[in-house]
């Protein structure tokens, strides 16, 4: 049997049955056609188009400028090169937190315009009628909860939620909701593994953690960071899976200096 298992396409209720036979699912971000493609050669399960992409492809500090029209766009080109894995879609911000309709229409764009399997909204209880209207309406949604980016001018900063009782209690009440509201799945972020292990004991849903502990359904790394290209600093969450930045440093100097040198090109690359 190939790395892809017998699976052609994975959707919503290939998810499910994975994890009701223990499978682990395993996610990563994607931004562009050719690391969608390798990442869904490699047979990840599914391809998040974060809205992370703010950081590791624009150059942005947060991911709080990141538009539709950008999630649209790279979401578009990951769909384009993977072939087997689901892809979701961030919603950036501003585009589901003013009202469900606003929400419907915008995810809509993302399935019909740029070809989502399905979208990620950030956000618990007071965001369970907009996941339920999205859902009602077709639309597969992505829960996530914790450590909201979107939220991070409001919070001043990036913080392990759920350390005290009253975080904790609200964060279960928060993944109860999601999965009301029908949510096929829940990202966990930087919650103590304890915490994460209660939530996932306690869902119907599968919970997929970032910086949640390894009690989690699956896990969910931005590729940036695993690969080793993203070198502004590692998150504690992250393992180092290749040091590809220098390496592509190192390539790129060869290639200077053999410019510079007069020994690139040679006949070998030359026409006649």
């Excluded at 996530?144 to 939620?161: D, F, M, N, T």
């Amino acid at each position: 049997m190939s790395i892809h298992d017998d699976v052609t396409k994975v959707g919503v209720q290939q998810i499910r049955k994975w994890t009701a036979a223990g499978r682990r699912l395993v996610v990563v971000t994607a931004y562009d056609a050719l690391m969608a493609r390798l990442a869904d050669e490699s047979g990840v399960d599914m391809i998040l188009v974060g809205d992370s992409l703010g950081m590791t492809m624009l150059g942005y500090e947060t991911t709080i400028p990141v538009t539709l029209r950008d999630c649209l766009h790279h979401t578009a080109a990951v769909k384009r090169g993977a072939k087997r894995a689901m892809v979701v879609a961030d919603m950036p911000f501003l585009t589901y937190q003013i009202s469900p309709e606003q929400a419907l229409r915008n995810a809509g764009r993302l399935l019909q315009e740029a070809g989502a399997d399905a979208v990620k909204l950030e956000g618990g209880e007071r965001l369970a009628p907009t996941i339920r209207r999205l859902v009602d309406c077709g639309v597969p949604v992505l829960g996530h909860i914790g450590i909201l980016p979107q939220s991070v001018k409001a919070e001043g900063g990036y913080r392990v939620q759920g350390r005290t009782p009253e975080a904790a209690a609200q964060l279960q009440r928060d993944a109860a909701a999601v999965q009301d509201a029908g949510a096929f799945a829940l990202v966990l972020e930087c919650l103590p593994m304890a915490l994460s292990q209660e939530i996932t004991a306690g869902t119907a849903i599968p919970t997929i953690g970032i910086g949640a502990g390894p009690h989690c359904d699956g896990q969910i790394q931005v590729l940036h960071d695993i690969l080793g290209l993203f070198e502004d600093f590692v998150p504690h969450h992250t393992k180092r899976y290749a040091a590809l930045a220098d390496q592509i440093r190192q390539a790129l100097a060869a290639y200077r200096d053999e410019v510079r040198g007069g020994s690139f090109p040679t006949e070998e690359q030359s026409f006649r």
